[in-house]
């Protein structure tokens, strides 16, 4: 399994328990009054509102607070003005990260994710100083409990899918870019159950690490995973499972 596979499995784990304390409410209130301010307050004719109202669903969050949030995104209840900002650079042994961010303080919010790059031995870049490093992919999650490999195979290739592989307990779905949406309702209209559906940035190359500076990348990610206005962490690294253990203490 590959270190963003890898990565991509325990975020899953991690958010599952986030939920259940209500801690991931923050950054999916974020998510959605952007979506919703940039695209319309439609879920059905925003497809980025549409993937977070789904993610705020998955994590229990109340109808209100969905709601509440597509109105303050649309202007029909006061509310903090967020903004969608990146951040590009190299952390410990030369991985390049991709880091999506939501903010309503710019400054203060660069200021902090320079400040982690440089304490973990990273430095931030300037934008598109690693972006071409990482290609935009759909990725869409199923339960492997519901379906043998070759009977959704068969679904995902008609719904336009490019592949498929197995992680523990689920099958990962890759998309192009702009397939994403199509292929999402196929498999809506097919009744296959979703356990999640983002839009990701996937490497192109990587770099293994191991030892000290594994250690040290897996907690600037997760420090990074931690920081309110973060919504999301790309990062080229491969680590090898048993190694990723050891750190992770699994």
Do not use: C
Not at 98 to 123: C, M, P, Q, Y
Not at 148 to 166: N, P, T, V, Y
């Amino acid at each position: 399994m590959s270190g963003h596979s890898k990565w991509h499995s325990i975020k899953h784990k991690k958010a599952k328990v986030d939920a259940a304390r209500g801690k991931i409410f923050t950054k999916l209130i974020k998510e959605i009054t952007v979506a919703a301010r940039m695209g319309g307050g439609d879920p059905d004719m925003n497809p980025r509102l549409r993937v977070a109202v789904a993610a705020a669903k998955a994590a229990n969050m109340p109808s209100k607070n969905v709601d509440n949030a597509i109105k303050k995104g649309t202007g029909e209840m006061p509310g903090v003005v967020y903004e969608d900002v990146s951040y590009e650079g190299y952390g410990p042994g030369g991985v390049a990260m991709f880091i999506e961010a939501v903010t309503d303080n710019k400054n203060r919010t660069v200021a902090e994710i320079r400040h982690l790059f440089s304490k973990h031995g990273g430095n931030l870049g300037e934008s598109g100083s690693v972006a071409w490093m990482f290609e935009r992919k759909g990725m869409i999650t199923v339960p492997a409990e519901n379906y043998s490999e070759d009977e959704l195979f068969e679904i995902i290739i008609e719904a336009g899918a490019e592949e498929m592989e197995r992680e523990g307990d689920s099958y990962v779905i890759y998309t192009a870019f702009e397939d994403f949406n199509e292929v999402r309702n196929h498999l809506e209209e097919k009744g296959v159950t979703i356990e999640s559906a983002e839009l990701t940035r996937i490497p192109q190359n990587t770099v293994s690490l191991a030892g000290k500076e594994a250690e040290q990348l897996m907690k600037m990610m997760n420090i990074l995973d931690e920081h309110d206005d973060v919504q999301n962490v790309f990062a080229n690294f491969d680590i090898e499972d048993a190694e990723m253990e050891r750190i992770l203490g699994e």
